[in-house]
Each structure stands twice: as C-alpha cells, then as structure tokens.
C-alpha cells in the first residue's frame, strides 16, 4: 500500500485495508479488520510504502494496530527515514523488529535486474 495515497489517519488506514481486503463496509473498525485478516490461516503481508508520510500514525500503528494483527500478518514498512527508535528500544519490540537498510544498486545491476523481469532496453534506460 503506498502510503502517499490513504489518508494519514485511523480512519483512512481502515477505509484502505477493508477495500484492499474486499470488504464491504467504507469505515471499517479495527477489530472488523482484524477479523477479516483471521479468516485465512495463509500468510499475510501488510507493505507499508512511503512510511515517511505516516509520521503521525506511528505511535497508533506500533502501540495499538500491529499488536492487533494476527501471527500470520507480516508488517513491512518501507521508507526513507529511520524508523523511530521506539520500534527498536520499547520492550517487546527487539526480538519483533528488524530494521534493514537498502542501498541503491549499481547501474549494471541495475540494468541486469530490470531485463531479468521482462523490461526492454527502451524500458530500462
């Protein structure tokens, strides 16, 4: 989910999670979306994208919505700050959280990736 686009609120984040999740309610609750998330014993992976712009749902998202996901969510959360320490330092959280830096890959690399998934040279320049 790119995070650019849902409204930075509790209320955006639900609305975007229940239609990702094909459910029928607009304004969705947490435990309604919990819910749905436990209909399936499969792997979920909840994708974050653009975190950054996030910055204030942090403290709701750590303290109260992940906490409430079942065992078979897995929460990514992308971005080009830092996560906040708290995710690093409230206990709990070290053995649950892992934080790992990309680099940019060089040019070659780059290239070699881009045509190994299909793009043209055209696509790739």
């Not at 409430?68 to 995710?87: F, G, H, K, N, Y």
Request: with cysteine.
């Amino acid at each position: 989910m790119d995070c650019r686009e849902i409204e930075p609120t509790t209320k955006g984040l639900l609305a975007a999670l229940g239609a990702a999740l094909g459910m029928q309610e607009s304004e969705p609750e947490l435990p309604s979306v919990v819910a749905r998330l436990n209909e399936t014993s499969q792997r979920t992976v909840l994708a974050l994208d653009t975190y950054e712009t996030f910055g204030l749902m942090d403290t709701w998202l750590r303290q109260v919505f992940v906490p409430a996901l079942p065992e078979t969510a897995l929460t990514v959360i992308a971005s080009r700050q830092a996560p906040d320490s708290a995710w690093l330092t409230t206990p709990g959280w070290e053995s649950l959280f892992r934080e790992i830096k990309l680099q940019e890959l060089p040019g070659d690399e780059a290239h070699r990736m881009l045509k190994l998934h299909g793009l043209t040279q055209s696509q790739v320049e």
